[in-house]
């Protein structure tokens, strides 16, 4: 009974995990979205600090396409569920922790797509202010490209 309330509460505990994850980067990448709403008014107002607006245009285009992407990404995590499927009562401790490394292999893989969306809109607004071609995306960190 102890194993069974002690699996219960893990499944509770990865599933809720799992939702408040992927609630955090629906909501980063609506932050995204809206930088982009932003940054298209400019590039179609014209104003002077956009230095070539066809370029930006297409750099929009394409980071609008990494946040759809990443979206529809986020949405088939939030889907899924991480119970424990439990074989024996001697194997709960294995069984739990592969669920665990699961998600957490899954939410890393969905973190990359929110991250490369990130990069996608740094990108265009690097190229709206500039005009120059975009930064190649490697190995860059998530928060600043310095070092390169």
Do not use: C, F, W
């Not at 607004?125 to 860059?140: D, E, F």
């Amino acid at each position: 009974q102890r194993k069974a309330a002690i699996a219960e509460r893990i499944n509770t505990n990865l599933n809720n995990i799992n939702q408040n994850q992927t609630a955090q980067m629906q909501k980063h990448l609506n932050t995204m979205s809206g930088i982009l709403d932003k940054l298209e008014l400019r590039v179609n107002k014209g104003t002077p600090d956009i230095k070539d607006p066809n370029k930006a245009k297409t750099a929009i285009a394409a980071a609008r396409e990494a946040i759809s992407t990443a979206s529809a990404a986020v949405s088939d995590q939030a889907q899924k569920d991480y119970t424990i499927q439990i074989t024996s009562e001697s194997r709960i401790r294995i069984d739990a922790k592969t669920q665990r490394d699961t998600l957490h292999k899954d939410l890393q893989a969905t973190r990359k797509t929110v991250q490369d969306a990130k990069q996608a809109v740094a990108n265009a607004i690097r190229i709206a202010k500039s005009g120059a071609l975009p930064i190649k995306t490697g190995k860059i960190k998530e928060g600043t490209n310095s070092g390169q």
